[in-house]
Structure formats: structure tokens, C-alpha cells
């Protein structure tokens, strides 16, 4: 974003701010539960999983609504009782500034007013503690400062997550559930193999394995140089696991520009199906590698800009320590693929994640539900999960 517009968002913001904050004497609905996903783009991630446990569970106690930039793709989930909202109508500023509670996994719309009485749950997107998350200095800190104001209540994959990212980088003082996040539940209590079947029938591809080729986000997006030759690495899966592969690539949500692999499942609408019909991974820096490794599948790091990445944004803990087989360059990613060793690997995995501190419970949508349901006065009181 350039100094310029991020200097018209910023002020644009703190106008917009002055200008809604006599909504604050609307009263607050305290049924209304709203829900963004990847800042209105996705019905996916963490508040799926947690609307999803309502929806099933909360008997119609609570009123679900969603907010999306583009509602007529998502008209579908009105049929389920789901109010969507164009999030950038009246109608949802109304709604947001008197729903009870706001569940999102990312920053939330900076150009509205925060409430004392309404409750907002923030899930955040990644697990684990890998690469470092900071706050610029100047104006763009300020901005995105802004938009992490508010948060009642975080979420967390684990300990290192609560300490490195939450209290240290975010410098969050509140509340915090460490029960896992929301959309690991599915790859925790077993139900990853059936959904893997029907990702696969629906993908088209049954009768094969997939490779995922998930990078995370750059500034500026990633140049070609930065990806793996897809051919190589069939060439090599088949030699030492045999089979049919297929190479699909699902570029991060802000960037998705590419061209790379067999079928670009960058539109699929959620990444933990993806993730259960891998038989493995390869990524660089994402934290897909902890959703990954949940199910001690094998993962891949493919890190081409390795040195220039550890320069510009770094790691929490080094690289080199993390379980995952790395590699800079297609042929380190050749050898890692004909060297892999699934006992050392399960051994190191379950290593890493006692040294983070894993909290995957593998009920994190029920947790953060009842959570919600308390603050909507819908649930009696702590401990009480009948209702669940």
C-alpha cells in the first residue's frame, strides 16, 4: 500500500470512526453472533468451524449472520438460516455495530467503532509460532494497530502461539482459550480420512495421490524463481512412494497469481479438505505446515528465498530446528523427498509439538461456541456445555 493510501485509509478510518460512533447508542442485540472470514472474502477457516458448531448445536438460541464482499456467492447459507450481509451495505454497519458478538481470523474493519458491550472473538489464521509477526513503525503501524483493537478473547494453536505471537508481538494482555484452533478439530479427532475421500471424489481425483503446493503470502507477490519444478517432484513421490501424483497449488488468499502444478485450487473454499485429501505438502514458510503435521503426514519446505525471507521478516525459533525436511532448491527437495524416513519424522513432529506447548484439543469449535453462547446469555454459566 502506498504512503498515500494508506494516509487516505488511515484518516478515512478515524473520519469514519467520528461519524458512526452515535450508533453506539443503538442497543445491542444479544442474540446477533457475526462472523468474517479473511476480512469478508471466505466462508472458511476458524469462524466456519465455530458458526458451524452453533449452527448444529445452539438450537436457534443465537441469530448467525455472515458478511461478505461479494453475498451473492453465498446466498446458499440463507437456506440454513444464516443472514448474509454485503459488508460494505448499511445494513451490516447496522448489524455490526449491534451484534453481541464479532468472531473474525484476521483484523477487523478498522472504520468501525469498538463497543465495551459487545465481546469480540478473535481466532487469527495460523498455528504454531513460525514466522515472526510484527508491527511496523509510522503510519502503517498505527493502521493496522487500529484494526486489531477490540479483541475480548483470542484463540490459540499452542503456548509458543500465546507467548511469541499473542503476548510479545501483538502485545495482547487479555484473555486467551488455548484449546486449539477452530478448523484443526477436523484433523484431531479422526474424521481427516472420510473427508479426505470425498475431497478427492470431488476433485476428480480418487484414484490418486496429491501433492499440495501451498507458499504463503510476500509483498509483491513471489516471482517463478521461488517455485518448485512440479515434474521433478512427481518424478520423485513416485520413486519412493509409488503411485499416481498430482500436484495441486493453492496460492495464499491476498496472493494468488500462478501458474504451477496439475490444478490451481486457489478458489477451493476452504483449506483443511485440501489439507486431509494431501498425502503430503510442500510450502515455505506457511503455517499450513502445523495444520499439516497434526495428521504426522509429511511436509516440505520449499524455501528458494530462504536468506532474503529470514532477512526481511525472520522466524521465532530457527528454521533448521523445525521437523520438516528443508530444502532451497530443487534438488535438496529431490534428495529430501527419496530420503524421507516416516518413523524419524513422526519422532520429531510429536517433539516439536511438545515444544511448543500443542494445544489441539480437537474441540475447539465446541469451546469457543459455548463461549459465545455464555456471552449471548444463552448458556447458564462456565462448565455447562448441555447444550452442546
Same mark, same amino acid.
Given at each position: 500500500?502506498?504512503?498515500?493510501?494508506?494516509?487516505?485509509?488511515?484518516?478515512?478510518?478515524?473520519?469514519?470512526?467520528?461519524?458512526?460512533?452515535?450508533?453506539?447508542?443503538?442497543?445491542?442485540?444479544?442474540?446477533?453472533?457475526?462472523?468474517?472470514?479473511?476480512?469478508?472474502?471466505?466462508?472458511?477457516?476458524?469462524?466456519?468451524?465455530?458458526?458451524?458448531?452453533?449452527?448444529?448445536?445452539?438450537?436457534?438460541?443465537?441469530?448467525?449472520?455472515?458478511?461478505?464482499?461479494?453475498?451473492?456467492?453465498?446466498?446458499?447459507?440463507?437456506?440454513?438460516?444464516?443472514?448474509?450481509?454485503?459488508?460494505?451495505?448499511?445494513?451490516?454497519?447496522?448489524?455490526?455495530?449491534?451484534?453481541?458478538?464479532?468472531?473474525?481470523? *484476521?483484523?477487523?474493519?478498522?472504520?468501525?467503532?469498538? $463497543? &465495551?458491550?459487545?465481546? =469480540?472473538?478473535? +481466532?487469527?489464521?495460523? !498455528? %504454531? #509460532?513460525?514466522?515472526?509477526?510484527?508491527?511496523?513503525?509510522?503510519?502503517?503501524?498505527?493502521?493496522?494497530?487500529?484494526?486489531?483493537?477490540?479483541?475480548?478473547?483470542?484463540?490459540?494453536?499452542?503456548?509458543?502461539?500465546?507467548?511469541?505471537?499473542?503476548?510479545?508481538?501483538?502485545?495482547?494482555?487479555?484473555?486467551?482459550?488455548?484449546?486449539?484452533?477452530?478448523?484443526?478439530?477436523?484433523?484431531?479427532?479422526?474424521?481427516?480420512?472420510?473427508?479426505?475421500?470425498? *475431497?478427492?471424489?470431488?476433485?476428480?481425483?480418487?484414484? $490418486? &495421490?496429491?501433492?499440495? =503446493?501451498?507458499? +504463503?503470502?510476500?509483498? !509483491? %507477490? #513471489?516471482?517463478?524463481?521461488?517455485?518448485?519444478?512440479?515434474?521433478?517432484?512427481?518424478?520423485?513421490?513416485?520413486?519412493?512412494?509409488?503411485?499416481?501424483?498430482?500436484?495441486?497449488?493453492?496460492?495464499?488468499?491476498?496472493?494468488?497469481?500462478?501458474?504451477?502444478?496439475?490444478?490451481?485450487?486457489?478458489?477451493?473454499?476452504?483449506?483443511?479438505?485440501?489439507?486431509?485429501?494431501?498425502?503430503?505438502?510442500?510450502?515455505?514458510?506457511?503455517?499450513?505446515?502445523?495444520?499439516?503435521?497434526?495428521?504426522?503426514?509429511?511436509?516440505?519446505?520449499?524455501?528458494?528465498?530462504?536468506?532474503?525471507?529470514?532477512?526481511?521478516?525472520?522466524?521465532?525459533?530457527?528454521?533448521?530446528?523445525?521437523?520438516?525436511?528443508?530444502?532451497?532448491?530443487?534438488?535438496?527437495?529431490?534428495?529430501?523427498?527419496?530420503?524421507?524416513?516416516?518413523?524419524?519424522?513422526?519422532?520429531?513432529?510429536?517433539?516439536?509439538?511438545?515444544?511448543?506447548?500443542?494445544?489441539?484439543?480437537?474441540?475447539?469449535?465446541?469451546?469457543?461456541?459455548?463461549?459465545?453462547?455464555?456471552?449471548?446469555?444463552?448458556?447458564?454459566?462456565?462448565?455447562?456445555?448441555?447444550?452442546?
Amino acid at each position: 500500500m502506498t504512503s498515500f493510501r494508506l494516509f487516505v485509509s488511515y484518516a478515512g478510518s478515524l473520519a469514519l470512526r467520528f461519524l458512526l460512533s452515535p450508533l453506539k447508542l443503538l442497543p445491542v442485540q444479544k442474540d446477533r453472533v457475526l462472523f468474517l472470514s479473511f476480512r469478508g472474502k471466505q466462508y472458511s477457516c476458524n469462524p466456519r468451524a465455530v458458526s458451524e458448531a452453533l449452527e448444529k448445536n445452539a438450537s436457534g438460541r443465537v441469530r448467525i449472520e455472515w458478511a461478505f464482499h461479494e453475498p451473492e456467492k453465498f446466498k446458499y447459507l440463507a437456506g440454513r438460516g444464516i443472514t448474509v450481509l454485503d459488508d460494505r451495505s448499511l445494513k451490516f454497519i447496522l448489524h455490526a455495530m449491534t451484534a453481541r458478538v464479532v468472531c473474525t481470523n *484476521t483484523y477487523y474493519k478498522p472504520f468501525l467503532p469498538r $463497543r &465495551k458491550d459487545q465481546f =469480540y472473538l478473535r +481466532t487469527w489464521h495460523g !498455528g %504454531g #509460532a513460525y514466522k515472526k509477526v510484527t508491527y511496523p513503525s509510522g503510519l502503517r503501524g498505527k493502521y493496522i494497530s487500529m484494526q486489531q483493537q477490540g479483541a475480548s478473547l483470542y484463540l490459540s494453536s499452542s503456548r509458543a502461539f500465546t507467548d511469541q505471537t499473542l503476548r510479545g508481538a501483538f502485545g495482547y494482555t487479555g484473555e486467551v482459550l488455548e484449546a486449539g484452533m477452530p478448523r484443526n478439530d477436523i484433523l484431531t479427532d479422526g474424521r481427516w480420512k472420510e473427508t479426505a475421500l470425498l *475431497t478427492k471424489r470431488e476433485l476428480g481425483f480418487s484414484d $490418486r &495421490k496429491i501433492a499440495l =503446493y501451498a507458499p +504463503t503470502y510476500r509483498e !509483491g %507477490g #513471489a516471482g517463478k524463481n521461488l517455485y518448485p519444478d512440479t515434474d521433478r517432484i512427481k518424478k520423485a513421490l513416485f520413486q519412493k512412494f509409488g503411485g499416481s501424483w498430482t500436484v495441486l497449488y493453492r496460492g495464499h488468499h491476498v496472493d494468488k497469481s500462478a501458474n504451477i502444478g496439475d490444478m490451481d485450487v486457489s478458489a477451493y473454499p476452504d483449506m483443511q479438505p485440501l489439507l486431509c485429501a494431501a498425502d503430503i505438502l510442500i510450502t515455505d514458510y506457511s503455517s499450513s505446515i502445523w495444520d499439516m503435521s497434526l495428521m504426522y503426514k509429511p511436509a516440505f519446505l520449499y524455501c528458494a528465498d530462504l536468506d532474503a525471507y529470514r532477512a526481511e521478516r525472520d522466524f521465532f525459533t530457527d528454521i533448521r530446528s523445525w521437523p520438516f525436511p528443508l530444502a532451497e532448491n530443487d534438488e535438496e527437495l529431490e534428495n529430501n523427498i527419496l530420503c524421507f524416513d516416516e518413523e524419524k519424522y513422526r519422532c520429531a513432529v510429536k517433539a516439536h509439538h511438545e515444544s511448543l506447548g500443542n494445544c489441539e484439543t480437537g474441540r475447539a469449535a465446541v469451546l469457543a461456541a459455548e463461549r459465545i453462547l455464555r456471552e449471548c446469555g444463552a448458556l447458564s454459566s462456565p462448565g455447562t456445555s448441555d447444550c452442546l
